[in-house]
């Protein structure tokens, strides 16, 4: 079957792909931007084209012979533009081109509505679904609440605030019931029901078989990592506080947390259905979800992240404008060393950031990611998704990979911090064995220029002692 996968550099798409190639379909990648999409199956039956819902134009490369179409995309971590009305615009555009293929079926992953009054999220997903409704083709809609994964935002929003946190002061959503489901889980479903008839044209609620309000997600989470947890309820505070709260905290970003933080008043319990049992799906209690989670990070085998969902505006354009870095009108902090080991000194290269840290002067890179917090920065807290592999797209603490090219010995940084600018960092080691680091900074206006040399000094012994370090 030839399948059209929309959304594939997204969380769930990278976990429903290598699936949807195991079982012999053929996969057209849609993406917006094909340097992001890390092809690592090397399949004869996985294609890329490059698409933007948002833009029609884009859209006549997508194939008229397709079977079925995975409606995958989501606009709610967007920094800037109101969520909802792109989220219409691309699902009217996306049913539009549809409707001229040959697809008999698209599966759509929503979110459970089950209240009278909805969060915007949720109002939202529910307008997209009646937007997809009607076609030439069958829909089939899958409703999810909580997802428990490595990698999942619900699940590294949990992660951060138990680990970090021994005691907690919360809101009061925290006693807000869900039904969280196993990524496993998720994946089973939108799998399962591919040109599956008896569920054409039905919708379904997806959970896992506990019903926990947040703040027993968060205690069972404790007792999954052995921490002991205190949380305490406050009636009083408000929900821009409590997206503060959780923006501070967490890796979130505060429009992403604003936008949970409304999710999360509204209760997500599943209406009862036979899927399950008509596709042979046994679904995962919490704490074995939380198990697997932490053993796939433990491995370091965490197949996507939510982080890697593009935070920068500059770059929705596309990171290919940005791979040639700029040498007029931009400062630059440029060093090179000889290096006795370049595999080794790769090696350090590929292991930047996250839990490593940046090899000298880490508590200045923590001030500096505080700052970005305090400025409505991302910070240092998305740390990477792999300790030791890197792909064009993902995030890197403040970061976002251009180029990783280990052939090459060279990878390409662009900054996502808030900065009165734009900034890349460089590593490259050449023919010679020479490394060469490359800090470039293209300042806004005089405030850039006065930024630059504001933290001359910190640079100077950040990126003297950086180099020194990774050096072998």
Not at 267 to 274: A, G, L, M, R
Not at 304 to 317: C, H, I, R, Y
């Amino acid at each position: 079957m030839k399948i059209l996968l929309t959304g594939a550099t997204g969380y769930i798409a990278q976990r429903l792909l290598p699936v949807l190639l195991r079982n012999g379909h053929e996969v057209i990648c849609c993406v917006r931007d094909r340097i992001r999409f890390n092809d690592k199956y090397n399949s004869p039956l996985l294609n890329v084209i490059e698409a933007d819902f948002l833009k029609k134009e884009t859209l006549t490369v997508i194939p008229k012979d397709i079977d079925a179409a995975y409606y995958l995309i989501h606009s709610m971590s967007l920094s800037k533009g109101d969520f909802e009305i792109l989220e219409s615009i691309s699902a009217q555009n996306f049913k539009d081109i549809i409707q001229q293929t040959s697809a008999r079926q698209v599966i759509y992953l929503s979110g459970i509505v089950n209240e009278a009054r909805l969060s915007k999220h949720l109002s939202s997903r529910k307008n997209v679904e009646a937007i997809l409704t009607g076609g030439s083709y069958s829909l089939t809609t899958l409703r999810a609440g909580i997802i428990i994964g490595s990698g999942s935002a619900s699940f590294e929003i949990i992660r951060d605030l138990v680990e970090k946190l021994p005691l907690m002061i919360a809101p009061k959503w925290l006693n807000t019931l869900s039904q969280p489901i196993a990524i496993r889980n998720v994946i089973e479903f939108l799998s399962g029901v591919l040109l599956n008839e008896s569920t054409f044209n039905h919708s379904y609620d997806i959970g896992g078989p506990d019903i926990l309000t947040y703040k027993q997600m968060l205690l069972g989470f404790a007792k999954v990592r052995g921490l002991r947890r205190y949380i305490g309820i406050v009636p009083v505070m408000t929900p821009k506080l409590s997206s503060y709260w959780l923006y501070f905290i967490t890796s979130t970003s505060y429009r992403l947390a604003q936008n949970l933080v409304d999710s999360m008043k509204v209760e997500v319990i599943c209406k009862e259905n036979n899927l399950g049992e008509i596709l042979g799906i046994k679904p995962v209690g919490y704490d074995e979800a939380v198990a697997e989670a932490l053993e796939k990070i433990e491995l370091n085998q965490v197949i996507s992240s939510w982080k890697d969902a593009l935070t920068s505006d500059t770059l929705n354009g596309g990171i290919l404008k940005h791979l040639d870095v700029p040498a007029y009108g931009c400062y630059f902090d440029y060093r090179k060393r000889k290096v006795r080991d370049p595999e080794c000194t790769l090696q350090k290269i590929w292991s930047v950031g996250g839990t490593v840290g940046w090899y000298y002067g880490d508590w200045l890179w923590a001030i500096r990611g505080f700052i970005d917090k305090l400025f409505g920065g991302v910070g240092l807290r998305r740390g990477r998704k792999s300790q030791s592999e890197i792909s064009p797209g993902e995030a890197l603490d403040f970061w976002r990979v251009l180029a990783a090219d280990k052939s090459e010995k060279r990878l390409l940084l662009y900054a996502e911090m808030k900065l009165p600018g734009e900034a890349w960092l460089e590593f490259k080691i050449d023919k010679d064995n020479i490394l060469h680091q490359t800090a470039t900074f293209r300042p806004l206006g005089l405030t850039g220029r006065l930024y630059w040399y504001l933290v001359l000094p910190l640079h100077f012994f950040i990126f003297r002692g950086m180099i020194k370090k990774l050096a072998c």
